[in-house]
Nanobody, 126 residues
Framework: QVQLVESGGGLVQPGELLTLSCVVS????????IGWFRQAPGKEREGISC????????NHADVVKGRFTIYRDNVKRTVFLRMTSLRPEDTAVYYC???????????????????WGQGTQVTVSS
């Protein structure tokens, strides 16, 4: 059974950084694309960052390019999202998701991912 568990959310001030974790069990990262998504109140869930199964290629939404980094630790079976220069508009529930794939490019489409974590709240406010 594939499970994803996010952690690391919290309340931070604008300009600060935060790193989220996603522990993956029941599936090998070597055959997994992992995506990070977020959903703000009243808005649709959006894809922000993803990594392919070889960890050789990533993709980021324009709104977070240059500020967010996705990386992983194979030993810990964990995929991280490092978020810097946080803004109030980054406030949302953040989710990680998994799909089986060995393709080179990863997707930021929510419909492409069948397995999801429960989410972790990130609030950026002064």
């Amino acid at each position: 059974q594939v499970q994803l568990v996010e952690s690391g959310g919290g309340l931070v001030q604008p300009g600060e950084l935060l790193t989220l974790s996603c522990v993956v069990s029941g599936a090998s990262l070597d055959s997994s694309h992992i995506g990070w998504f977020r959903q703000a109140p009243g808005k649709e869930r959006e894809g922000i960052s993803c990594m392919n199964n070889r960890a050789s290629r990533t993709n980021h939404a324009d709104v977070v390019k240059g500020r967010f980094t996705i990386y992983r630790d194979n030993v810990k079976r964990t995929v991280f999202l490092r978020m810097t220069s946080l803004r109030p508009e980054d406030t949302a529930v953040y989710y990680c998701a998994r799909k089986f794939s060995v393709e080179s490019s990863c997707s930021l489409r929510t419909d492409d991912y069948p397995y999801w974590g429960q989410g972790t709240q990130v609030t950026v406010s002064s």
